[in-house]
């Protein structure tokens, strides 16, 4: 769903919502939000939470991080499975690592010495 033009006043005057978690989320319309506080000045921002997310997580299936994740990023965090089969077609290609700094980021530093190609410039690193 995603980010939403309500203003935090607005939010906060919607109907609270109690979670297993005791995630900060608002119902209004039947309808679900919750919020983030982004950028250098910490500007508070309304996201939708889609109701078949909101009950998957109500149900077990996702936890409230996932879900809150979700609401933020429009797509389920990557598994455990699938950041490896990341790291793994990488370490198949790793030319074009080499240009790719956000792939880079996948990796520590010491595994990048292992992966790139030697005198590759290592971009970024998780360390």
Do not use: C
Request: net charge negative.
């Amino acid at each position: 769903m995603g980010l939403t033009k309500i203003a935090w006043e607005e939010y906060e005057n919607f109907k609270e919502v109690h979670t297993p978690d005791n995630l900060y989320i608002r119902e209004h319309d039947g309808k679900y939000y919750t919020f983030f506080e982004l950028g250098i000045a910490s500007v508070r921002r309304v996201f939708e939470i889609n109701t078949t997310d909101f009950e998957a997580y109500l149900s077990g299936e996702r936890s409230g991080n996932d879900l809150l994740f979700k609401a933020q990023n429009d797509s389920w965090p990557p598994n455990v499975t699938q950041l490896e089969a990341d790291k793994n077609f990488w370490r198949q290609y790793p030319e074009a690592l080499t240009v790719n700094p956000e792939a880079q980021g996948l990796f520590t530093k010491t595994e990048l010495k292992a992966i790139l190609p030697e005198g590759a410039k290592i971009l970024a690193s998780s360390d």
